[in-house]
């Protein structure tokens, strides 16, 4: 029996003897890539922090203490150590294990959010309050990585954390120099300078072979050699820099020595107040194909055979289609430069990089920066397109709001995994954005069908220079190109049927919504299909439209909140037509994490789903004509 199988509870790994770690960090390592070989998911963040993880259970007591990690997508091996490496054949499955910490699965897991940068503030917040209720014996650690620590949030709660000398706070920085590629910025360079310089491998090398291994002695001689860097501030940068915040700082730490990490934790933790440790640690850490992926060290996987390291093929996907289709614009457009916050290859933006290679800005994982310094761009006289997942434009509203649209500037933000994305969980979902772009004056948005649409209305959007505009797309392959029979206005008209129905689909939804009109007419439902291309404003053509139907579907993959949907019943009652309008897309919840597909399948957003619910609307609607035949106010379903 492995010694992994016996760790329910991380008083089992305090148990161990320091020399059945290793042991232990090569049967994690093994269920690492066993598990995301079979089901995808994050292999390089994981390697990377083996020993760290091992050594933050064996130092603290979780989840007395609490352990916290920024963006969740690194807490396997916590996983594993606090009693559940016995489920990891259910990762990121429905019903299965989250690829994120979960509260729902254990006391150990405190942040479910896997947006970036937040958790500096979560441990301000807990070591505040620990503080107030004078449990003086608790520690609050936060695991934040060097990508992370490039976001605007990690800033703002170490200048608040570094104002309280009193906080039980250790800040432990994973620096593996990596977000998916290598991480940008002043912050980075400080740090990169450091892992780089001669006299940084002698230091490393002395804490490695002497401090980590001298218990006693270690501690006053780790001093020491404090002393000795400050004597070298021009290498150890990082330590001057946080400690000019008012912050103490130990390391660097060779992350994958797990003693070493031990001995600074156990050092930091008898400060009694915030600390950094800075640990250095190696993405991909233990699996060859890993560690030496160029790209991105196997942050996030397709399945792929463990022998070769040759991931499951992805299929032909939007994203592909947006990154030939920028070069084509960049060939064109001398004045359209793109903007990526940390997702360069993720978001399609590396061929426009290759091309254009002084049109291209990684600003690291800072959305709110990158709008407002589109807004800047825009003033300058370019057309910036900023890439990024639906999901984390909700972190630069405002910037998108009264830094861009305020000023009617010309950019353009491109929204990748728009709608359902599943497998990452609740946060990850892009289901928020058709609802909050509502409410921005002078936006235009943009939801292509397919990708010759993609093409044809990101072209439209760059071509737009008084103000901003959006054009969103959801995860995954492509739909086949559906052609328009006709116009209606700027709509194209996908299906013309008689006056029973008009389905309004937005986007990707028009596969489903053509599957749906031909079901109905089984069913002796006649229906229109019109895609509007710009949802936002919408189509005064939709109102004509409208008035010639018995009922109003609108299909979106996005919240139904405040969606297209509630725009389309706002117009008609706005035109006093008194057509009943029914929403169909993602119910305003928190959806557990699932495969895309299975999801949309349980929300109603398939074909036959789609046909069902409008059978039953149709039905109601005529069962309520015949009791009440006075046409009555309908509000949206
Ligand atoms: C606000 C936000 N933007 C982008 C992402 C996408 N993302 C997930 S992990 C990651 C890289 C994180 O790098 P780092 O913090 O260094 O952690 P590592 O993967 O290196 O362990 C990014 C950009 C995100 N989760 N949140
Ligand atoms: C953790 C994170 O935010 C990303 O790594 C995310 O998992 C990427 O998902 P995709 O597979 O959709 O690129
Ligand atoms: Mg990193």
Excluded at 32 to 55: D, F, K, M
Excluded at 419 to 444: A, C, E, K, R
Excluded at 569 to 593: C, E, N
Aim: some cysteine; hydrophobic content about 40%.
């Amino acid at each position: 029996m492995g010694i992994l199988e016996t760790i329910k509870d991380p008083l089992d790994v305090k148990r161990l003897e320091a020399g059945e770690l290793p042991l232990l960090a090569e049967e994690i390592r093994d269920l690492l890539v066993s598990s995301v070989a079979r089901a995808g998911g994050h292999l390089g963040p994981n390697l990377g922090v083996v020993e760290l993880t091992i050594a933050l259970h064996r130092v603290f007591d979780s989840p007395r203490d609490p352990i916290l990690f920024d963006t969740g997508h690194q807490a396997y091996v916590h996983k594993m150590l606090t009693g559940r490496a016995g489920h990891f054949g259910t990762l990121r499955q429905e019903g299965g294990l989250s690829g994120y910490p979960s509260r729902t699965e254990s006391e150990h897991d405190f942040i479910e959010n896997s947006h970036a940068s937040t958790v500096l503030s979560y441990a301000d917040g807990l070591a505040k309050a620990i503080t107030l209720r004078g449990e003086t014996d608790r520690t609050v650690v936060a695991l934040i990585g060097d990508g992370a620590l490039t976001g605007g949030m990690a800033w703002e709660a170490l200048n608040n954390i570094a104002g309280r000398k009193d906080l039980p706070l250790i800040i432990v920085v994973n620096d593996n120099g990596r977000s998916y590629s290598p991480t940008i910025g002043g912050l980075a360079s400080h740090l990169s300078s450091l892992r780089m310089s001669q006299g940084y491998e002698h230091v490393l090398e002395l804490v490695k072979n002497n401090l980590g291994r001298v218990p006693l002695v270690g501690a006053p001689l780790y001093d020491t050699l404090h002393g000795i860097k400050k004597g070298l501030k021009d290498i150890l940068t990082p330590q001057v820099m946080f400690e000019d915040l008012g912050l103490k700082y130990v390391g660097p730490i060779d992350g994958h020595d797990e003693g070493a990490v031990e001995a600074a934790l156990r050092r930091a933790r008898s400060f009694r107040g915030p600390v950094i440790v800075h640990v250095l640690t190696r993405k991909g850490n233990g699996y060859a194909h890993a560690e030496n992926h160029d790209e991105d060290c196997f942050h996030s996987p397709q399945p792929f055979d463990i022998e070769t390291g040759e991931e499951r093929p992805r299929p032909h996907s939007w994203t592909n289609v947006f990154s030939g289709e920028m070069v084509e614009i960049g060939a064109e457009r001398k004045d359209v430069v793109a903007i990526t916050a940390a997702m360069l290859h993720p978001t399609g933006l590396a061929a426009f990089a290759e091309a254009y290679p002084d049109r291209i800005y990684d600003v690291g994982i800072a959305e709110q920066h990158a709008l407002t310094s589109a807004a800047g761009l825009a003033m300058g006289g370019a057309h910036p397109v900023v890439a990024v997942y639906a999901t984390f434009l909700n972190r630069a509203f405002d910037q998108l709001l009264m830094d861009v649209a305020l000023h009617r500037q010309p950019v353009t933000v491109v929204l990748d995994r728009a709608g359902v994305t599943g497998d990452d969980g609740p946060s990850h979902n892009g289901m928020w954005d058709l609802s909050i772009l509502q409410v921005i004056p002078g936006l235009s948005v943009a939801a292509p069908r397919d990708g010759a649409r993609l093409r044809e209305l990101l072209a439209e959007a760059v071509a737009i220079e008084d103000g901003p505009t959006v054009v969103r797309f959801p995860k995954g392959a492509l739909p086949k190109d559906v052609e328009a029979v006709g116009k209606l206005g700027g709509m194209d008209v996908l299906r013309t049927g008689d006056a029973d129905v008009l389905l309004v689909a937005v986007g990707p939804m028009a596969e489903i919504c053509m599957e749906a009109a031909t079901l109905l007419d089984a069913q002796g439902i006649s229906a229109t299909v019109v895609d509007p291309r710009w949802v936002k404003p919408l189509d005064e053509a939709l109102v004509l439209a409208a008035a010639a139907h018995k009922l109003v579907v609108v299909v979106e993959d996005s919240g139904r909140v405040g969606g297209v949907g509630d725009a389309v019943a706002r117009l008609l009652r706005d035109a006093d037509v008194d057509v009943p309008v029914r929403t169909y897309g993602i119910p305003q919840r928190f959806l557990d994490h699932a495969k895309r597909a299975k999801i949309l399948s349980e929300i109603g957003l398939t074909g036959q789903g789609l046909a069902r619910q409008i059978t039953e609307a149709v039905a109601r609607r005529s069962q309520v004509m015949e009791s009440h035949p006075a046409r009555l106010a309908q509000p949206t379903d």
